[in-house]
């Protein structure tokens, strides 16, 4: 029996990339998730590759020994899929609110970000009208894109997630430290506003003028 195996992360789907790391954290019989590996990975049935010689099917594991290498690949800002061109966001600060709040959902349980990696991918990818013209991003659509993530290679999703998150990083970085800046220079300002306030009217702010002004004590009579 002829079993076609890929023999580089160029020929892994991310689909594939995705089922064969739910089973290397299965707690399975290693043999079996090795044949699982390679079922996977070559479409065979599952009881031709158990009914493989231990010769045929170390062999196959041989052929799969990139598995245990760095997934490669470039940077692309489009993609093809069947025949829809997507453009892929790379600048976390070019997405939208919409976008930021899926991707921050998704990738909320570290756990998960795998299995979840089609449905991160689908938040920076957005489909090209006649190949060229951005559409904006639909959450309505976005499972159906999701599905269609799960057909590209790994070395295409890995660099662009990669990307994303040290550009994420670096934005959110810079973000706060602009916020801080900022709550410095306000929390400088409100003490100096305060201090003004207090010297003009003579030790009390309007706050504490407000406060006790309008209160009745009552009155004390005599007897």
């Not at 061109?85 to 909320?108: C, F, P, S, V």
């Not at 799960?150 to 973000?175: E, S």
């Not at 706060?176 to 201090?195: F, I, P, Q, T, V």
């Amino acid at each position: 029996m002829r079993i076609k195996l890929p023999t580089s992360w160029d020929a892994v789907t991310l689909g594939e990339w995705q089922a064969v790391r739910k089973l290397l954290k299965s707690d399975a019989d290693p043999y079996l998730v090795e044949c699982a590996i390679i079922s996977t990975l070559s479409g065979a049935d599952m009881n031709d590759i158990q009914s493989l010689t231990r010769e045929g099917h170390g062999k196959c594991m041989q052929a799969l020994a990139f598995l245990k290498t760095p997934i490669g690949g470039k940077l692309r800002d489009r993609v093809l899929i069947g025949r829809t061109m997507y453009h892929i966001e790379t600048n976390a600060r070019k997405i939208t609110g919409g976008q930021y709040i899926d991707i921050m959902a998704l990738t909320k349980d570290v756990e998960k970000i795998d299995d979840n990696m089609h449905l991160i991918m689908a938040c920076y990818a957005t489909p090209l009208k006649w190949g060229f013209i951005r559409q904006p991003y639909n959450g309505a659509t976005h499972a159906q894109v999701a599905e269609q993530m799960k057909l590209l290679p790994v070395t295409v999703v890995t660099p662009v997630t990669d990307f994303f998150l040290q550009d994420y990083l670096g934005f959110a970085k810079n973000i706060a430290d602009y916020l801080m800046k900022e709550g410095l220079k306000m929390k400088a300002k409100a003490e100096r506003e305060l201090s003004r306030l207090s010297k003009s009217s003579g030790g009390s702010t309007p706050f504490t003028t407000s406060r006790t002004g309008g209160v009745n004590f009552g009155s004390t009579t005599s007897t």
